[in-house]
């Protein structure tokens, strides 16, 4: 299938909604706590709510997971999207949040796009298709578990096991050192790039990594749930490994050590 007009849809959405971002960025966010205490603004609904829009509007066949709102999410066809990745960065005016949208066919991510509007650069793919950065084609590094690499760390909070096998020392001595980076998309496609080697997340959100599922194993990595396994990006997810490849397996052991 030629998914030439759901990428063209993609872009376009995402440049819209980095308008819609630096409109609320310096003004009154509205902000709101969820009931899961994360953080909503104005900006991450009024995104979400012009992608059901459109949707029902161009592809009235396909249906909408958003992390803030859902339309006929049961289809087999789905857009699944976070409105703003790093809505906490974006609060604090720290410039690494973004757009987050993935076409999923049953299950799979097919179009992805990640748009980062304070820098200006948007990651693209369509599977089988290479990962870009704008009109660049882009590759994870080459870069093994001892090359001196760079691992972003789970984003959990202090106590939470996996974080807290990740902040120890322990593998400085094998040249990693582990990041706190903020906003998950901004970090996931810096692996893509070849920027950072790996990042670890655990929670269950399917619109948080079908995007970077696709645009990062078409730039050469891998992702996986956090057990090592394929997963589905149409339902609740088991976390999620992300790798250039080569480290994956060593990400893995210490998920599962941590777990123990």
Wanted: glycine share 10%; proline share 4%.
């Amino acid at each position: 299938m030629d998914y030439h007009k759901e990428l063209e849809f993609a872009k376009s959405m995402a440049h819209d909604a980095g308008k819609i971002m630096k409109k609320y960025y310096r003004t009154d966010q509205g902000v709101e706590i969820k009931a899961d205490a994360t953080p909503v603004t104005l900006a991450d609904k009024e995104i979400n709510d012009i992608l059901i829009e459109r949707v029902k509007s161009e592809f009235p066949e396909y249906g909408v997971l958003g992390e803030e709102d859902s339309w006929n999410q049961d289809r087999e066809i789905l857009w699944v999207c976070d409105p703003i990745d790093g809505t906490v960065p974006y609060i604090l005016h720290v410039p690494t949040s973004a757009f987050s949208l993935a076409l999923v066919v049953d299950g799979a991510p097919t179009v992805a796009v990640i748009f980062n509007p304070w820098i200006n650069e948007l990651y693209w793919a369509v599977k089988s298709g290479g990962a870009h950065r704008d009109g660049e084609k882009i590759h994870v590094s080459s870069k093994g578990w001892k090359d001196g690499i760079n691992v972003g760390n789970s984003g959990d909070k202090p106590g939470n096991p996996i974080r807290e096998a990740l902040s120890r020392d322990l593998y400085r001595g094998e040249g990693v050192v582990v990041n706190n980076i903020p906003g998950l998309a901004y970090t996931g496609s810096t692996i893509a790039d070849g920027v950072i080697e790996g990042k670890i997340f655990t929670h269950h959100t399917a619109h948080d990594i079908a995007a970077l599922k696709l645009i990062i194993e078409e730039a050469g990595g891998k992702v996986t749930d956090i057990e090592g396994n394929e997963q589905r990006y149409d339902q609740k997810i088991n976390g999620a490994i992300m790798s250039n490849g080569l480290i994956h397996h060593e990400l893995v052991k210490i998920v599962a050590e941590a777990m123990k």
